[in-house]
């Protein structure tokens, strides 16, 4: 399909590709492939379950199932019936405050008891069987021509909590359909069709990336990262999206795969993209890597080039505003604002952050950034991540990135506390694996700080602590820190 034609949602583009190419295969998912028909006539099954439960339009449903095929049949289904899907997971199960604003809740895990929650399913594997393996004839396949207006709810969504408390927001369709258009346009070539998917369709990224698959009629390939390499050899010139921490695990495990065809875009999610990883992504891995600059509230703000600069995509508004709201000084460092018909509108159940962050149609971030030109932006970070080191401000993400090229470093968080840590001193926290010399690395490190700090303090983790989507939790990270150092 053109570029050019309307997005369809989901259940349309099954039902359309259904009739026209029934057989050919929708979804790869194990040793199991489903066709259009196969597909079309699942969510037409799950729309007449899900009705009968008692989900309707409007209806908050949260979902925890690693099922992944179902898991897409679910949300396709109620995108039919108008129910707003939220995604939950195995570790929200026991007190997530994203169960309090669920309607209903299914899930694969032992339910929590929730009073005045009545509608709670358990999805067994008895039940799921028998769902996608019973006689699917006699369902409308019609009813997946469905309508959706600008306003409707798509899904319930949140943003990732790495400084402290969940903000929740309903993703609606126009903005949906304004990323869609994007990511056609800009991430997905015009031969290539095909998506893998490592990550539940309940993260904003599988979804839309399996969304435009299925509008141009291509394969959704739900794999995980131990199996990509040998997906991509049996499924080639696939797009994909990867979280960063992922890419640094490949690098590590696979430093020189020997691949027949690569990925033919890969979009890069959790953080930016150092310039070496990006050299071995296009390398190995994919024809193009694409890194950029967005948040849960605005999508997709600039496109990440090497060296750090961005371009800031078309029809994407960007402004530098002082503490107070006013236009900053061109180029000088300010509070990014941003106005884009991609970003949302409203926090759920919070008009008072709602009032101070959405302002006469601009979303005001909590990240800093300058623009050097028109229509460039280069972003240094979030604004209560500043290191206060001498009463000033020094934004920590040059300086991460720049430590993160030393071998063995996959990831650097700066932090700095007065309180703690004491007046004028950092903590550097380094991510990695120590492969050999660790005086070596240590070495490298500490002539990258000297250039700014007199005094820092060096703490080695395996793993930081990070969000479903992979962003470094700096409150948890803070946390451990501060745990070490009373020790």
Partial sequence: MSNNCPIMTGAQSVLAWAKKTPQAVAVSYAINKYSYLDLAYHI???????????????????????????TLV???????IKAVPAGVFKDDLNGSDVITRCDALLSEAPIPDRPGHPLSICITQAWVASTLNSDLTGFDLNRLDHIMEDDDAVSLGGTSATTGKKKYFIRKRAPIQAKLKLLSDFFFAETTTDFISLYSVMITAGYLGSVLALNRGGKIVLSSLDDLLADLEKHPGCHATLLLNDISYLSEFYPEPHLTRKLSTVRVLGSFLPDNMRSWLETYLADRAVNSYSSNETSQVSEVQPGGAGIIYPGVNVKIVDDHGNPATPGAVGIIAVKSPMMISEYAWNSELTEKQFVDGWFISSDLGYMPEA??????????DMLIVGGHKVPPGPIEAEVKLVDGVSDCVLLSDNILF????????IEGKINGDKNRMQESITRILFRTFRSFTLYYFGKFPRTETGKVQRKDLHKRVADAAAR
């Fill in 74 to 80: 679910l949300i396709l289904a109620m995108e039919v």
């Fill in 375 to 384: 229509n460039k932006l280069v972003v240094l970070g979030r604004a209560d």
């Fill in 422 to 429: 004491g007046v004028g001193k950092v903590v550097v926290c």
């Fill in 44 to 70: 037409s099954k799950f729309v007449n379950e899900l009705e009968k439960l008692g989900i309707k339009s409007g209806t908050i449903v949260g979902i925890e199932c690693t099922h992944r095929y179902l």
